[in-house]
């Protein structure tokens, strides 16, 4: 499909891309790019065959690349952009795999002033808790969610492509605009982590957290699971997104307000009705993801 893929930033994200494109031969050669403090990992991804070859010299990266995959954090995109600005080749697909899409769209209309008619901005709805190339899978993509948003310049062509791709590496793909995206992930992901963040955050800062922590059961592992995930990752995100984000904060701490009003008036009916309609809510949303 590919002769050759060029990943920069080969964390968990882009080896998991390298390997999956890999296992179901997507290119001839792939090579990894990042910066001199990142060369241990690079070294790692080639040891582990993930691979072909790593460079820290993007120019070297770059040369033959007929598809280079942006896979760093959100808040580095607009540095990457700048980095490749001098080598930008008309005949590759640009693609990335950030968690919004807004600001990858704005951050390339900055550098280029105007988007790339063949930067195809896209993200795949998978990870894990862990991070680096040695917690990348070949897998990882497998009946995942990967939702490609083209602007108004991308190449009808290139999209095509990049659906093909992302179909072989076994994803579902959806097509939609970039707020579109930014306002369901705001709510569906980008909300929930900062809801664990910051429930972790409290309860870590209670003198008592040893004892919590002790007795906390399943359900609060379940829960807290996602305050796992990489704080810079993570910060990046929401600082990216805080527009679709600071509203459904608001929108919670109403919600939030209601329900401590239920307890403090003993209104138990009500609150029963609320746990109720959250539980239905919750299945109709899992019978949706299973179907």
Known sequence: MFNKICIIGVGLMGGSIARAARQYGLSQTIVGFGRDDDLTNL?????????????????RALANADCIVLATPVGAIESVFASLKPFWDEKAIYTDVGSTKGSVISAAERIFGSVPDNLVPAHPIAGAEQSGVV??????????????????ATRPDGVQIMRMFWERLGAQVAIMDAAH???????????????????????????EQSEIFKYAAGGFRDFTRIASSDPTM???ICVANKNEIIPLIQQLKIELGKIESLLDSNDNQQLFNTFTYAG??????????EN
Do not use: C
């Open 135 to 152: 917690a990348s899978l070949d897998d990882m993509f497998v009946n995942k969610r990967v939702i490609i948003t083209p602007t108004n």
């Open 181 to 207: 995206h930014d306002a369901i992930l705001a709510a569906t992901s980008h909300l929930p982590h900062i809801v664990a963040f910051a429930l972790v955050d409290m309860l870590g800062h209670k003198d």
């Open 43 to 59: 070294q790692t991804a080639q040891n582990l065959g993930v691979i072909d070859e790593h460079y820290t010299d993007i120019a």
């Open 280 to 289: 239905k809510a919750r299945q109709r949303f899992l019978d949706l993801f």
């Open 234 to 236: 993570w910060r990046d």
